[in-house]
């Protein structure tokens, strides 16, 4: 009996040494590292450290602000509305959606030179490219040039996915199908003769979705990876042929097809057409007369919505932006005013008046 008894006690001694072992193996390593005994430093913000560090901080947003300001003021923007709401204006013949191949001028002048390099986009309001079931009408694995995709476009793309013979639509969803289509053509008017203003158009589109994102079939020529399939209902002809100048630029590949598929965030945007930088107009479009010829294809009076042409030059922060200036202007202003504020309160009941 007594043995029995010590055998137990034994066993369970031992069962909690090994429970015992193991929590300790378990255990983090008794380093200063995982035991949070490092050495540390906190700073010890005073009146001497946050006033004078307010001040500093909000004469550099000052500063920054002003440069961002005035630089923004000094670039050039003229903007050109060519919807045809009103019966006075050139184009209101061509934005009667029965009209079709309605070609419209716009006449303007500038006064001074516009410096290059001159960037030409064109500019959609009430347009909200960011609705999510039309962002989502895409098929990304037909446009990386799966042709297994080609055949059968992905479910995303109801109800652009097939047209009523049941054949597949390539570039399949909403997006593809609405692609902007108006062409332009600048002039400038010399001695009452026209000279064609040169566009450039190679690598308007972001370099990732040009070289990483769309991709084309491994198919030559390309015109044969779209067999028995159709073009988009919208378009005039399919997607190899969307540029018959240059082979280069057909396909999920097209310049144009990749501004257009990057959506916009907000329902007043504008798209890069062309650059202006080759010839005579390489330093800029010089003062003068101009005239711009629209083929005039998209529809906008539908929902409201507005077309205007956009000639922009750029600076070293990009395009016009007030806003930005203004944002840095507002936040360094009321850095300096707090650190005036805190200056008081701390001279206030640091030393207090003595009666």
Not at 159 to 172: F, L, R
Not at 231 to 259: C, H, M, R
Request: contains cysteine; aromatic residues 14%; glycine residues 8%.
């Amino acid at each position: 009996m007594g043995r029995t008894g010590e055998g137990i006690v034994h066993t369970h001694r031992t069962k909690k040494m090994v429970k015992e072992e193991q929590e300790l193996a378990n255990r983090p390593d008794n380093t200063a590292f995982t035991q949070q005994r490092l050495p540390a430093w906190q700073p010890m913000l005073s009146a001497g450290i946050v006033i004078p560090g307010f001040v500093i901080i909000g004469l550099a947003f000052i500063g920054i602000g002003v440069a961002l300001f005035v630089t923004s003021h000094s670039i050039q923007v003229l903007e050109l509305d060519y919807t045809g709401v009103e019966n006075t204006e050139p184009c209101y013949r061509c934005s009667d959606p029965s009209s079709k191949n309605c070609v419209c001028t716009l006449e303007f002048s500038i006064d001074s030179l516009f410096e290059g390099p001159v960037f030409f986009y064109y500019g959609l309001t009430n347009y909200f490219q960011n609705y999510r079931k039309y962002g989502a009408s895409r098929d990304d694995n037909q446009l990386s040039g799966d042709l297994d995709y080609f055949k059968s476009p992905g479910n995303d793309c109801a109800p652009y996915q097939y047209n009523s013979n049941n054949k597949p639509i390539v570039p399949c969803g909403a997006i593809a199908n609405s692609m902007f289509n108006d062409t332009f053509k600048l002039y400038q008017i010399i001695r009452g003769s026209k000279k064609l203003v040169p566009f450039d158009g190679k690598g308007i589109a972001w370099w990732t979705d040009y070289n990483i994102k769309y991709r084309n079939p491994s198919v030559t020529p390309l015109k044969n990876a779209f067999n028995d399939t159709v073009k988009p209902l919208f378009w005039s002809k399919p997607a190899y042929e969307l540029d018959p100048t240059d082979p280069a630029n057909n396909g999920f590949i097209n310049q144009d097809f990749l501004v257009w598929m990057r959506r916009a965030a907000l329902p007043d945007f504008r798209k890069l057409y062309r650059r202006i930088t080759e010839g005579d107009y390489a330093k800029g479009l010089p003062a003068g007369n101009y005239s711009l010829e629209i083929a005039y294809n998209y529809p906008v009076m539908s929902f409201d919505g507005r077309k205007k042409v956009v000639l922009s030059n750029v600076s070293w922060m990009g395009g016009k932006n007030e806003f930005l200036g203004i944002a840095y202007l507002v936040i360094g202003s009321l850095c300096v005013v707090m650190s005036i504020v805190m200056l008081i309160v701390y001279a206030k009941f640091k030393f207090p008046e003595e009666d």
